[in-house]
């Protein structure tokens, strides 16, 4: 499996979660990275993606100004810090290269709970 997610869990609405995916078998550096989300009985979904170390990233409408996706090529991950949770972000969080997806990991689960 290419990607293991992880850092998950349930939080109060208004709460944080800072997510991780590591990637093996490839070096992210030279691929766009995004995370994507499915919540139960939806598709999945775009949520962020980022080109590079100092480029610009991208959010779906829902996500820009409160969650933050991040690299950290040396260790071949990135990162979504999620913030001011609601309990429509409840889903499981997955990352992929972008435009040249790999088979999906486990997702980590993020649950928002009133």
């Known amino acids: 499996v290419p990607f293991v997610e992880s850092g998950g869990g349930l939080v109060q609405p208004g709460g944080s979660l800072r997510l991780s995916c590591v990637a093996s078998?490839?070096?992210?550096?030279?691929?766009?990275m995004a995370w994507y989300r499915q919540a139960p009985g939806k598709e999945r979904e775009f949520v962020a993606r980022?080109?590079?170390?100092?480029?610009?990233?991208d959010y779906a409408d829902f996500a820009r100004g409160r969650f933050g996706i991040s690299r950290d090529d040396d260790r071949n991950t990135i990162y979504l810090q999620l913030n001011d949770l609601k309990p429509e972000d409840t889903a499981i969080y997955y990352c992929?290269?972008?435009?040249?997806?790999?088979?999906w990991g486990q997702g980590t689960q993020v649950t928002v709970y009133v």
């Open positions: 992929n290269r972008q435009n040249s997806p790999l088979e």
């Open positions: 078998g490839f070096t992210i550096s030279g691929y766009v």
């Open positions: 980022i080109r590079g170390i100092s480029v610009p990233t």
